[in-house]
């Protein structure tokens, strides 16, 4: 393990937030009541009406003398303007970007901060996959175009997430900002505890460096007794998680992977991850695939152990990204979950094997072009690490 890892901590409070009218507000409410504190840790943030109202309420609380600190990666703000970033500066709003884009980097501009955090007064954490763009959540509508969750935090668990932002903050002032220097924690992977309510963790990548959150599913997968469900959009995992999922549906596992349907924002990287269907159908694995919008969410739920947060455990992800989720054994959570999934599940097509065969011949085609692309890529970055 190349970094130190959290524990285990007791004593929390979970609400799993579904879709961005549902967030949201929870978000801008918890801002807004903020009394000391505010740190917001993003990959996508884009001008718009819901980016509007998120700089409303830090510039507010900052007028209020709450210390406000932001850490948007350079790259997937490029559509966050020049305007609204004035307008956080001007109202006393600390704001820095991760690793700036730059030709001389080349590869290196790939290193991206994928994490999604808010964090006030050291009190309450939220946490999953959204970002800040109109997407997620659009002021006045009941409604959105990516299907998104988050996890609404309270506890001891809260420390930790705040030492994450924190070194990272600070290492962010460095050039190579995507590889702290200090550990923390343990020094390995704790063992699950029993089942128990409020039980949770956090688990993080550091762009290849530390990847705790990999090693974590690993045990999971290996371990589950009963169901595996999986939801991720763009399905490129690695050659260990696709064998892990086969031998649990061997084993008689119910596994269920949500994937993204048509509505997706990246076409390519769904054609890609078909190649992987065939081996996953025989081995006894159920696909199902989201059609109302795009599914932007990252949920993996083994048994009663639940997995929510930005990682979608592909092997882009895992290379260069900063990656958190929120690990949880908590009664109430779980329940929460699975009413999720089945009702995604309801909502989706499932793809049987025989379907699957007689899909059409420009649906192949599209399969084995972008498979091809993205074994070029990997392997030539294998060769270059």
């Known amino acids: 393990m190349a970094g130190a890892v959290f524990p285990w901590r007791d004593g929390n409070r979970f609400e799993l937030l579904v879709d961005g009218p549902q967030f949201f507000p929870r978000m801008l409410q918890a801002i807004a009541n903020a009394r000391e504190q505010v740190e917001l840790e993003l990959?996508?943030?884009?001008?718009?009406?819901?980016?509007?109202?998120?700089?409303?309420?830090?510039?507010?609380?900052?007028?209020?003398?709450?210390?406000?600190?932001?850490?948007?990666?350079?790259y997937g703000s490029l559509a966050f303007?020049?305007?609204?970033?004035?307008?956080?500066?001007?109202?006393?709003?600390?704001?820095?970007l991760y690793n700036r884009l730059s030709w001389r980097r080349w590869v290196r501009n790939l290193y991206r901060d994928h994490r999604k955090l808010l964090l006030v007064d050291q009190a309450l954490a939220v946490v999953g996959g959204t970002g800040v763009t109109d997407e997620f959540w659009t002021p006045g509508h009941d409604s959105s175009e990516w299907h998104e969750v988050m996890v609404e935090i309270s506890g001891p668990l809260v420390r930790d997430w705040q030492l994450l932002f924190d070194r990272q903050w600070l290492a962010n002032r460095h050039r190579r900002a995507w590889k702290p220097s200090s550990d923390f924690g343990l020094p390995r992977l704790p063992r699950v505890p029993p089942m128990g309510d409020g039980m949770g963790r956090v688990a993080y990548a550091d762009a290849g460096q530390h990847r705790d959150i990999l090693q974590s599913l690993f045990r999971a997968l290996n371990s589950g007794q009963q169901r595996i469900w999986l939801a991720t959009p763009y399905f490129l995992p690695t050659w260990k998680i696709r064998r892990s999922l086969r031998k649990a549906a061997a084993r008689g596992i119910d596994v269920r992977l949500?994937?993204?349907?048509?509505r997706t924002d990246h076409p390519s990287v769904r054609y890609a991850g078909h190649r992987y269907y065939p081996r996953l159908l025989k081995a006894g694995v159920k696909i199902f695939e989201y059609q109302p919008c795009f599914l932007h969410l990252k949920m993996v739920l083994v048994d009663d152990w639940v997995s929510i947060g930005?990682?979608?455990?592909?092997?882009?992800?895992?290379?260069?990204?900063l990656e958190a989720n929120l690990e949880a054994l908590d009664t109430s959570l779980t329940q929460a979950v699975v009413a999720s999934f089945e009702r995604d599940f309801g909502l989706s097509q499932q793809v049987s094997l025989e379907q699957w065969q007689r899909r059409p011949l420009w649906r192949r085609i599209k399969q084995r072009v972008w498979g091809w692309v993205d074994r070029v890529v990997v392997n030539l970055l294998d060769r270059r690490g």
């Open 310 to 321: 930005s990682c979608n455990f592909d092997h882009w992800n895992l290379r260069f990204n």
């Open 81 to 96: 303007t020049l305007s609204l970033r004035r307008r956080l500066s001007e109202a006393g709003v600390e704001l820095r």
């Open 258 to 262: 949500l994937l993204t349907g048509p």
């Open 43 to 74: 990959y996508l943030v884009e001008a718009g009406a819901c980016a509007e109202a998120m700089v409303q309420a830090l510039v507010q609380a900052a007028e209020r003398g709450v210390r406000v600190r932001c850490l948007f990666d350079d």
